[in-house]
Protein backbone atom coordinates (compact mmCIF):
# COMPACT_ATOMS: atom_id res chain seq x y z
CA UNK A 1 0.00 0.00 0.00
CA UNK A 2 1.07 3.13 -0.85
CA UNK A 3 0.57 6.04 1.65
CA UNK A 4 1.49 9.27 1.50
CA UNK A 5 1.35 11.99 3.84
CA UNK A 6 0.40 15.69 4.39
CA UNK A 7 1.52 17.25 7.70
CA UNK A 8 2.31 20.47 6.04
CA UNK A 9 -1.33 21.88 7.34
CA UNK A 10 -2.69 20.62 10.13
CA UNK A 11 -5.66 22.31 10.61
CA UNK A 12 -9.43 22.07 9.11
CA UNK A 13 -11.34 24.04 6.91
CA UNK A 14 -14.85 24.63 6.25
CA UNK A 15 -16.34 24.98 2.72
CA UNK A 16 -18.90 28.14 2.38
CA UNK A 17 -20.56 29.28 -0.70
CA UNK A 18 -23.14 31.96 -1.48
CA UNK A 19 -26.20 32.08 -3.94
CA UNK A 20 -26.17 36.17 -3.56
CA UNK A 21 -29.99 37.66 -2.57
CA UNK A 22 -32.02 40.35 -3.90
CA UNK A 23 -33.55 42.83 -1.34
CA UNK A 24 -33.24 41.04 1.49
CA UNK A 25 -28.97 40.20 0.55
CA UNK A 26 -28.17 41.01 4.27
CA UNK A 27 -29.99 37.91 5.67
CA UNK A 28 -28.36 34.47 5.50
CA UNK A 29 -30.55 31.44 5.01
CA UNK A 30 -28.12 28.20 5.48
CA UNK A 31 -27.73 25.11 4.09
CA UNK A 32 -25.29 22.15 4.91
CA UNK A 33 -23.90 19.13 6.01
CA UNK A 34 -20.59 17.91 7.24
CA UNK A 35 -17.55 17.28 4.90
CA UNK A 36 -15.31 15.19 6.92
CA UNK A 37 -16.08 11.25 7.10
CA UNK A 38 -15.17 8.62 9.71
CA UNK A 39 -11.68 6.58 8.86
CA UNK A 40 -12.42 3.47 7.72
CA UNK A 41 -14.58 4.62 4.53
CA UNK A 42 -14.77 6.88 2.14
CA UNK A 43 -18.06 9.17 3.69
CA UNK A 44 -20.43 8.14 1.13
CA UNK A 45 -23.48 8.11 3.17
CA UNK A 46 -21.95 9.93 6.21
CA UNK A 47 -22.16 13.16 4.50
CA UNK A 48 -20.65 13.44 1.18
CA UNK A 49 -24.33 12.42 -0.49
CA UNK A 50 -25.51 14.71 1.87
CA UNK A 51 -23.57 17.62 0.57
CA UNK A 52 -23.82 16.64 -3.39
CA UNK A 53 -27.76 16.87 -2.98
CA UNK A 54 -26.99 21.05 -1.58
CA UNK A 55 -25.27 21.32 -4.14
CA UNK A 56 -27.78 20.40 -6.30
CA UNK A 57 -30.91 21.76 -4.48
CA UNK A 58 -28.64 25.23 -5.10
CA UNK A 59 -28.05 24.57 -8.34
CA UNK A 60 -31.89 23.67 -9.31
CA UNK A 61 -32.49 27.33 -7.62
CA UNK A 62 -29.59 29.04 -9.99
CA UNK A 63 -30.05 27.38 -13.21
CA UNK A 64 -33.80 28.34 -12.95
CA UNK A 65 -32.81 31.51 -13.52
CA UNK A 66 -34.63 32.56 -9.95
CA UNK A 67 -33.54 35.25 -7.61
CA UNK A 68 -34.06 34.46 -3.88
CA UNK A 69 -34.55 37.81 -1.70
CA UNK A 70 -31.99 36.63 0.84
CA UNK A 71 -28.84 35.35 0.32
CA UNK A 72 -28.60 31.05 0.67
CA UNK A 73 -25.08 29.98 2.02
CA UNK A 74 -24.30 26.42 1.08
CA UNK A 75 -21.95 25.91 4.34
CA UNK A 76 -20.08 22.21 4.23
CA UNK A 77 -18.20 21.35 7.85
CA UNK A 78 -15.02 19.56 8.84
CA UNK A 79 -15.00 17.93 12.05
CA UNK A 80 -18.49 17.26 12.72
CA UNK A 81 -17.42 13.27 13.84
CA UNK A 82 -14.98 14.81 16.30
CA UNK A 83 -17.94 17.03 18.34
CA UNK A 84 -19.06 19.48 15.53
CA UNK A 85 -16.10 21.11 15.65
CA UNK A 86 -16.41 23.03 12.43
CA UNK A 87 -20.10 24.37 12.87
CA UNK A 88 -19.74 25.35 15.92
CA UNK A 89 -16.74 27.40 14.83
CA UNK A 90 -18.90 29.27 12.55
CA UNK A 91 -21.13 29.76 15.29
CA UNK A 92 -18.79 31.30 17.56
CA UNK A 93 -17.42 33.50 14.38
CA UNK A 94 -20.37 34.74 13.60
CA UNK A 95 -23.10 34.65 15.35
CA UNK A 96 -22.80 33.78 19.12
CA UNK A 97 -20.37 33.75 21.99
CA UNK A 98 -20.35 31.66 25.74
CA UNK A 99 -17.85 32.75 28.42
CA UNK A 100 -14.72 30.82 28.75
CA UNK A 101 -14.78 28.15 31.65
CA UNK A 102 -12.61 29.28 34.65
CA UNK A 103 -12.73 26.15 36.08
CA UNK A 104 -9.48 24.54 35.18
CA UNK A 105 -10.89 20.84 34.96
CA UNK A 106 -13.63 22.42 32.06
CA UNK A 107 -10.59 23.86 30.68
CA UNK A 108 -8.27 20.87 30.55
CA UNK A 109 -11.37 19.23 28.68
CA UNK A 110 -11.87 19.70 24.63
CA UNK A 111 -14.21 21.66 23.94
CA UNK A 112 -17.52 19.97 22.89
CA UNK A 113 -17.31 17.92 26.22
CA UNK A 114 -17.03 21.10 28.36
CA UNK A 115 -20.38 22.55 30.44
CA UNK A 116 -22.33 24.77 28.41
CA UNK A 117 -21.46 28.68 30.00
CA UNK A 118 -23.80 31.87 30.68
CA UNK A 119 -25.12 34.24 28.92
CA UNK A 120 -25.00 34.10 25.37
CA UNK A 121 -23.25 36.64 24.12
CA UNK A 122 -25.02 37.34 19.88
CA UNK A 123 -23.08 38.81 17.45
CA UNK A 124 -24.15 40.65 14.40
CA UNK A 125 -24.89 37.93 11.88
CA UNK A 126 -27.13 36.57 15.31
CA UNK A 127 -30.15 38.97 13.80
CA UNK A 128 -29.34 38.15 10.21
CA UNK A 129 -29.33 34.16 9.94
CA UNK A 130 -33.00 33.43 9.35
CA UNK A 131 -32.04 29.38 9.91
CA UNK A 132 -29.86 26.71 9.14
CA UNK A 133 -31.25 23.29 7.58
CA UNK A 134 -28.58 20.15 8.08
CA UNK A 135 -28.99 16.86 6.49
CA UNK A 136 -26.55 13.76 7.90
CA UNK A 137 -29.02 11.15 8.02
CA UNK A 138 -27.48 9.27 5.15
CA UNK A 139 -28.33 8.13 1.70
CA UNK A 140 -32.40 8.05 2.17
CA UNK A 141 -34.87 10.66 0.64
CA UNK A 142 -36.04 13.38 2.75
CA UNK A 143 -39.49 12.89 4.35
CA UNK A 144 -39.96 15.72 5.98
CA UNK A 145 -38.43 17.79 8.98
CA UNK A 146 -37.92 17.99 12.56
CA UNK A 147 -39.39 21.13 13.94
CA UNK A 148 -37.11 21.03 17.16
CA UNK A 149 -39.79 21.72 19.48
CA UNK A 150 -40.34 25.43 17.05
CA UNK A 151 -44.39 25.20 16.97
CA UNK A 152 -44.58 28.48 15.12
CA UNK A 153 -42.30 26.93 11.81
CA UNK A 154 -43.62 23.69 12.59
CA UNK A 155 -47.18 25.45 11.07
CA UNK A 156 -45.01 26.87 8.50
CA UNK A 157 -42.77 23.89 7.36
CA UNK A 158 -46.13 21.74 6.89
CA UNK A 159 -47.52 24.62 4.38
CA UNK A 160 -44.33 24.31 2.27
CA UNK A 161 -44.38 20.30 2.41
CA UNK A 162 -47.61 20.41 1.75
CA UNK A 163 -47.67 19.80 -2.33
CA UNK A 164 -45.02 17.21 -1.81
CA UNK A 165 -47.62 14.53 -0.30
CA UNK A 166 -47.22 12.67 -3.54
CA UNK A 167 -43.77 12.08 -2.81
CA UNK A 168 -44.02 11.67 1.07
CA UNK A 169 -42.44 14.29 2.02
CA UNK A 170 -44.79 16.26 3.60
CA UNK A 171 -43.68 14.98 7.42
CA UNK A 172 -42.94 17.50 10.23
CA UNK A 173 -42.84 16.28 13.51
CA UNK A 174 -42.02 18.71 16.75
CA UNK A 175 -39.43 16.73 17.96
CA UNK A 176 -35.86 17.13 17.95
CA UNK A 177 -33.37 15.51 15.94
CA UNK A 178 -29.53 15.03 17.25
CA UNK A 179 -26.50 14.44 17.12
CA UNK A 180 -25.52 16.57 14.04
CA UNK A 181 -24.50 20.27 13.16
CA UNK A 182 -28.06 22.14 13.46
CA UNK A 183 -27.84 21.33 17.11
CA UNK A 184 -24.52 24.41 17.13
CA UNK A 185 -27.34 26.59 15.40
CA UNK A 186 -30.13 25.92 17.54
CA UNK A 187 -27.98 26.04 20.61
CA UNK A 188 -26.86 29.49 20.55
CA UNK A 189 -31.41 30.51 19.52
CA UNK A 190 -30.64 30.46 15.56
CA UNK A 191 -33.71 28.20 14.32
CA UNK A 192 -31.72 24.84 12.72
CA UNK A 193 -33.44 22.36 11.63
CA UNK A 194 -32.56 18.47 10.42
CA UNK A 195 -34.19 16.69 7.57
CA UNK A 196 -36.40 13.81 8.12
CA UNK A 197 -34.53 10.80 6.22
CA UNK A 198 -35.80 7.28 4.97
CA UNK A 199 -33.04 5.02 7.32
CA UNK A 200 -31.95 2.84 4.96
CA UNK A 201 -29.11 0.93 5.63
CA UNK A 202 -27.29 3.60 7.02
CA UNK A 203 -27.75 2.99 11.06
CA UNK A 204 -27.24 -0.90 10.82
CA UNK A 205 -24.70 -1.43 7.97
CA UNK A 206 -22.75 1.69 6.79
CA UNK A 207 -22.68 4.41 9.56
CA UNK A 208 -19.12 4.96 10.62
CA UNK A 209 -18.09 1.33 8.48
CA UNK A 210 -15.71 0.36 6.17
CA UNK A 211 -18.82 0.01 3.57
CA UNK A 212 -19.85 3.88 3.49
CA UNK A 213 -18.77 3.73 0.17
CA UNK A 214 -20.15 5.26 -3.24
CA UNK A 215 -21.98 2.16 -4.14
CA UNK A 216 -24.41 2.67 -1.19
CA UNK A 217 -25.35 5.68 -1.99
CA UNK A 218 -29.04 5.13 -4.10
CA UNK A 219 -29.16 7.97 -7.09
CA UNK A 220 -33.01 8.07 -7.43
CA UNK A 221 -33.32 9.36 -3.61
CA UNK A 222 -30.82 11.54 -3.64
CA UNK A 223 -31.97 13.50 -6.23
CA UNK A 224 -35.60 13.55 -4.46
CA UNK A 225 -33.87 15.07 -1.89
CA UNK A 226 -32.31 17.71 -3.47
CA UNK A 227 -35.54 18.79 -5.20
CA UNK A 228 -37.13 19.16 -2.01
CA UNK A 229 -34.33 20.92 0.10
CA UNK A 230 -34.39 23.04 -2.53
CA UNK A 231 -38.27 24.06 -2.33
CA UNK A 232 -37.62 24.49 1.34
CA UNK A 233 -34.21 27.05 1.29
CA UNK A 234 -36.06 28.63 -1.73
CA UNK A 235 -39.62 29.50 0.92
CA UNK A 236 -37.01 30.01 3.71
CA UNK A 237 -35.51 33.10 1.62
CA UNK A 238 -38.03 34.48 -0.54
CA UNK A 239 -41.04 34.99 2.87
CA UNK A 240 -41.40 38.27 4.01
CA UNK A 241 -40.34 37.54 7.29
CA UNK A 242 -36.82 35.45 8.77
CA UNK A 243 -38.25 32.27 10.09
CA UNK A 244 -39.84 32.83 14.04
CA UNK A 245 -37.90 31.66 16.74
CA UNK A 246 -37.93 30.20 19.98
CA UNK A 247 -37.19 32.18 23.05
CA UNK A 248 -33.17 32.59 23.65
CA UNK A 249 -31.40 29.78 25.81
CA UNK A 250 -30.75 30.82 29.15
CA UNK A 251 -29.07 29.13 32.07
CA UNK A 252 -31.20 26.55 33.57
CA UNK A 253 -32.43 27.05 37.08
CA UNK A 254 -30.80 24.70 39.68
CA UNK A 255 -33.29 23.00 41.60
CA UNK A 256 -33.46 23.84 45.28
CA UNK A 257 -32.84 21.30 47.66
CA UNK A 258 -35.61 19.27 48.97
CA UNK A 259 -36.55 20.45 52.80
CA UNK A 260 -36.34 17.63 55.33
CA UNK A 261 -39.48 16.56 55.99
CA UNK A 262 -40.69 18.00 59.63
CA UNK A 263 -41.16 14.30 61.86
CA UNK A 264 -44.55 13.99 62.81
CA UNK A 265 -44.34 14.42 66.85
CA UNK A 266 -44.82 10.41 68.67
CA UNK A 267 -48.15 9.72 69.10
CA UNK A 268 -47.64 9.92 73.02
CA UNK A 269 -46.21 13.40 72.90
CA UNK A 270 -49.30 14.93 71.25
CA UNK A 271 -51.55 13.48 73.56
CA UNK A 272 -49.59 15.10 76.52
CA UNK A 273 -49.89 18.56 74.17
CA UNK A 274 -53.61 18.36 74.15
CA UNK A 275 -54.18 16.93 77.28
CA UNK A 276 -55.41 13.70 75.49
CA UNK A 277 -54.68 10.43 76.68
CA UNK A 278 -56.09 7.05 77.84
CA UNK A 279 -55.32 5.83 81.22
Given at each position: ?????F?????????V??L??????????????????????????????S????????????????????????????????????????V???????P???????????????????????????????????????T????G??????????????A??????????????????????????????????????????Y???????N?????????????????????????????????????????????????????????????????????
Open positions: VAVQWEEDGRAYNTADEGSDLADEVVIVGGHLDSWHTGTGATDNGGCAVVMEAIRLIKDSGLKPRRTIRAAFWSGEEQGLLGSRDYKRYLATREPTDPEQLALPTWARERTWPIQPLPGHKTTSAYFNTDYGGRVRLYAQENAAAAAIFEWLAPFADLDAHHVTMENAGGTDHLAFDGVGVPGFQFIQDGMDMGRTHHTVDTYDHLHADDLKQSAVVIAAVIWHAANRDEMLPRKPMPTKPKKDKPKEKPTPEPAAEAAAANTGTGSN
